[in-house]
């Protein structure tokens, strides 16, 4: 296509380009400045205006319609004033306002103190030795893999300081020797000689309800044996004696000051009760009402501020508040506070047939504000009445 060849006076670059600045321009390109100018300077901008300032003015005619609406109540004035009229009837009209109003006060902080209880030993150890005899033959033995085996339980813990055996020789014509073995220790034994002596275990300690053992074969050569042979094993331990009362150590975590601040409650955080606590196999135990405090403390009261006046008026609402600015700890100090209130205005109106009559300025004020609220509620007042 050829704009050129079909269309008469085709002109690929008029003037009026200059005002196209693409797609992505922001301005006009001087349009509206050029139109302003050309409306000032231009004939047609000059004959228009003197059109308007030389048009004359509009004359109102005495017998419009609103003119004698006019009339016509100034003429039933003494009908609609003094209430009277089978048509008319008086009503109390009102209007709302809101207003927002924007404030300043200071916040109550609380702030929180923490106390726990824990519970410790105080007290001292010390040592004494206790002495442990056994006589083997006549403990419970049972068989395990041809040996007869005899548990004993230690009924203490402590270090063996000194381990001692001894029995006596059976008087067989013949010599049966075997070992003992006991808290890890072999013992030559032979029934033609008897025994007394000390000996190093291979087990040191002993434990409180831990079982140590002392077995030997059941049968040696042609010689059973029916349980444990005789042999008296002697102990000495050395036992830690200890001696604690249990007691209550507190302690406690407060960001602030308390010097700072009233305290104002105190609630229990960890409920009471026994605590037991376990020092070299003993036990200890500790009751106590509550094991744990949280204090409240007040470190700023509340302050009204410049919101007093609204916050004492019934009429005025909290919309919305803003920290104005805060504690180190994070606690809000201080707000900006914004109320809403309301304002009424009420006036006295008469009601004639679907026309509506002030009777006092206050109606007057009522009906000249800003919002169509009162239009609309005296189109519903008008509607009833009709």
């Given at each position: 296509f050829k704009p050129q060849e079909s269309i008469p006076g085709y002109n690929a670059n008029p003037d009026e380009t200059k005002y196209y600045g693409g797609v992505t321009a922001g301005g006009d390109g001087g349009l509206k400045n050029d139109g302003t100018t050309e409306w000032a300077t231009g004939e047609t901008g000059k004959t228009i205006t003197e059109s308007f300032m030389n048009k004359p003015k509009d004359i109102l005619s005495p017998d419009a319609p609103f003119i004698q609406t006019g009339r016509d109540v100034v003429n039933r004035a003494d009908s609609i004033v003094g209430n009277t009229g089978?048509?008319?009837s008086a009503q109390e009209i009102s209007r709302s306002e809101y207003t927002?109003?924007?404030c300043e006060r200071d916040l109550q902080v609380e702030q929180y103190c923490t106390r726990t209880a824990r519970m410790e030993l105080q007290g001292s150890t010390t040592w004494e030795t206790r002495t442990?005899?056994?006589?083997?033959?006549?403990l419970p033995a049972r068989e395990v893999n041809g040996q007869y085996v005899v548990s004993i339980t230690s009924p203490v813990t402590g270090e063996i300081v000194d381990a001692h055996y001894s029995w006596s020789r059976t008087y067989l014509q013949k010599s049966v020797p075997m070992t003992i073995t006991v808290l890890g220790t072999p013992l030559s034994w032979n029934a033609k000689y008897s025994a007394d002596a000390s000996f190093t275990p291979v087990q040191k300690t002993l434990t409180a309800g831990v079982a140590f053992t002392s077995s030997h074969p059941v049968r040696v050569g042609n010689t059973k044996f029916r349980r444990h042979t005789a042999m008296k094993l002697r102990l000495v331990v050395r036992v830690k004696k200890a001696s604690y009362t249990p007691y209550v150590v507190w302690s406690e975590s407060c960001p602030f000051s308390k010097e700072l601040g009233k305290l104002t409650k105190t609630e229990c955080t960890e409920a009471g009760g026994n605590r037991t606590l376990v020092k070299d196999g003993q036990s200890y135990s500790m009751y106590q009402s509550c094991w744990a405090y949280r204090d409240t403390y007040v470190t700023q009261s509340?302050?009204?501020g410049t919101c007093q006046t609204y916050t004492d008026n019934p009429a005025c609402t909290l919309v919305s508040h803003q920290c104005a600015f805060y504690s180190e700890e994070?606690?809000?100090?201080?707000e900006y506070a914004t109320y809403s209130c309301e304002?009424?205005?009420?006036g006295k109106v008469m009601l004639c047939g679907g026309d509506v009559f002030c009777l006092d300025g206050e109606c007057d004020k009522?009906?000249?504000?800003?919002?169509n609220d009162f239009a609309e509620a005296v189109s519903q007042l008008a509607a009833l009445a009709a």
């Open positions: 089978q048509q008319c927002n109003y924007t442990l005899e056994y006589e083997m033959s006549q509340a302050d009204k994070g606690a809000c100090l201080h304002s009424k205005t009420s009522a009906q000249s504000g800003k919002s």
